[in-house]
Nanobody
Framework: QVQLVESGGGLVQAGGSLRLSCAAS????????MGWYRQAPGKQRELVAT?????NYADSVKGRFTISRDNAKNTVDLQMNSLKPEGTAVYYC??????????????WGHGTQVTVSS
């Protein structure tokens, strides 16, 4: 079973920084896209940043967040700078994995809470 484990969430003041990390493990042949989504209370889950053939960022985080991958370790990090209160959400790691069964499907982590105080 493929598992994604996130770490690095927490409470930070507006203008501060946090770094999220995600590690994928299990019967993995390769990972296509890997990245981060977030869900604020009462809102739908939204893309924050992904890294695959291309790197994509939500307009709201461009210039402040940076995604980085280590393909050898199956990890992805999200460096978040200049955080804003509207960035308060549960952040989820996502990976589109090709497993040893030669099946491609998305997997999600359990999420890590990020709270930005004003």
């Amino acid at each position: 079973q493929v598992q994604l484990v996130e770490s690095g969430g927490g409470l930070v003041q507006a203008g501060g920084s946090l770094r999220l990390s995600c590690a994928a493990s299990g019967p993995i042949i390769s990972i296509n896209d890997m990245g981060w989504y977030r869900q604020a209370p009462g809102k739908q889950r939204e893309l924050v940043a992904t890294s695959g053939r291309d790197t994509n960022y939500a307009d709201s985080v461009k210039g402040r967040f940076t995604i980085s991958r280590d393909n050898a370790k199956n990890t992805v990090d999200l460096q978040m700078n200049s955080l804003k209160p509207e960035g308060t959400a549960v952040y989820y790691c996502n990976a589109v994995v090709i497993t040893t069964l030669l099946v491609e499907r998305p997997y999600w982590g359990h999420g890590t809470q990020v709270t930005v105080s004003s």
